[in-house]
């Protein structure tokens, strides 16, 4: 039997985007977060009793790197040497092996080189394994190893790829050792260990093919549950299973309403980041559905915004409102034209004073087509997107 963790795109110091202003208890958090959510990683390591941890690549962001991440990662590593636990890694395009500030990592600790090398070791319970990858040496890599990888010669012992790349299939823009399914496969290896992709997917099942995800979330593009996957098993099957590890969530919520006045909406509001309190730290994008009407002033969402948040900055568990949006389910949509008999709209009268004042500045009238040759309904249909745009704008 082999237990193992796999992790991937830490990310360490990385910039953590919001638009809010922060407090400075939840700024200290925020700074905080990916640390926080390793350091959990480890926790679990240390609980489950893993035989090692792997982690495929990107541990640190690039120009971000700092002493402080090296010296912290460090520390953990040192938690799991106690325990005889081992660390597997390799550094991804965020971390490349030329941007290396220190080396001296503790003895329980395999770096990958830029090349693709093979490192065995042998489970609490006597289980071979053999391990396989290699690290990026600079921050932009293209060239395909996938060739240089050593197809697995024995079914009993157990096989791990480790591989910061994508999938050829994925729709992501940032494409970094391109791989194909047939090409993992064909190395007859037992789990594919991969990273660069921030979101949990599931390649294959046989042989099972992964990516874990970044452990923490650091916008709304990254929601949801963040963490790792516990893999455990023998040469025949290996079982996956996720752990949640992240420190602050990015969420979005709807919330329903059918009173509009700002006491109702705070009492509303603070139920919901109630009942989400106790899931942890989180930034959400709230969407307000309103029945019935009539609209909020946009003056009491100002102060509904600046009372939701000052009320966040001493709690523990912080829910941050992060975007307040509202929607109106059933407020009927009356159409300009309808205030206008057709009679009126065919009065070139009418017509005529309505344009004179743009069409008499010479600033404007010579972009301007004949006005004759406007469709009039046009006009009016375009004025009435203007203003439910500047409506929904004001919300």
């Known amino acids: 039997m082999v237990k193992f963790l796999h992790c991937a795109d830490l990310h360490l110091d990385s910039p953590f985007a919001s638009k809010q202003f922060l407090s400075p208890n939840i700024l200290k958090d ?46 953990q590593f040192e938690r799991l040497n106690k325990e005889q636990i081992f660390v597997y890694m390799i550094h991804g395009n965020h971390d490349p092996l030329s941007d290396a500030l220190i080396s001296d990592w503790p003895q329980n600790v395999t770096v990958f080189s830029n090349k693709v090398e093979t490192y065995q070791t042998i489970t609490k319970n006597g289980e071979k394994v053999h391990l396989h990858g290699f690290s990026y040496q600079h921050n932009e890599s293209y060239e395909n190893k996938i060739d240089d990888y050593p197809t697995s010669e024995s079914h009993h012992t157990i096989n791990i790829g480790l591989l910061h790349g994508t999938y050829s299939k994925s729709g992501v823009s940032d494409r970094y050792t391109e791989f194909r399914l047939e090409d993992l496969n064909a190395k007859m290896y037992h789990y594919w260990a991969l990273g660069h992709i921030h979101k949990r997917d599931q390649l294959n099942d046989l042989p099972q093919i992964h990516y874990p995800g970044n452990i923490q979330g650091r916008h709304f593009n990254e929601q949801g549950e963040k963490g790792c996957l516990i893999v455990e098993g023998d040469h025949v099957e290996l079982r996956t299973r996720f752990v949640p590890t992240q420190f602050i969530r990015f969420e979005s919520a709807v919330i329903e309403t059918d009173q509009i006045n700002q006491h109702h909406l705070y009492e509303k509001i603070q139920a919901f980041k109630a009942r989400v309190r106790p899931e942890g730290r989180a930034f959400y994008r709230l969407r307000l559905d309103v029945s019935g009407d009539e609209r909020i002033d946009p003056q009491t969402l100002v102060q509904l915004n600046e009372m939701i948040t000052e009320y966040e900055e001493n709690e523990q568990h912080f829910v941050l409102i992060d975007e307040l949006t509202v929607n109106y389910t059933e407020l009927e949509k009356t159409s300009i034209m309808k205030e206008f008999s057709q009679d009126i709209v065919a009065q070139d009268s009418v017509f005529e004073r309505a344009l004179s004042d743009l069409y008499m500045n010479p600033k404007t009238s010579r972009y301007l087509n004949n006005f004759t040759d406007l469709d009039r309904k046009a006009l009016i249909t375009r004025a009435e997107e203007i203003i439910d745009a500047e409506l929904k704008g004001g919300n």
Do not use: H, P
Not at 34 to 58: H, M, N, P, Q, W
């Open 30 to 75: 925020v700074e905080n977060s990916a640390y926080e959510s390793f350091k959990t990683i480890v926790d679990l390591a240390l609980r489950e009793e893993v035989d090692f941890i792997v982690i495929s690549g990107d541990l640190f962001d690039s120009e971000n790197r700092t002493l402080k991440a090296e010296v912290f990662l460090k520390e």
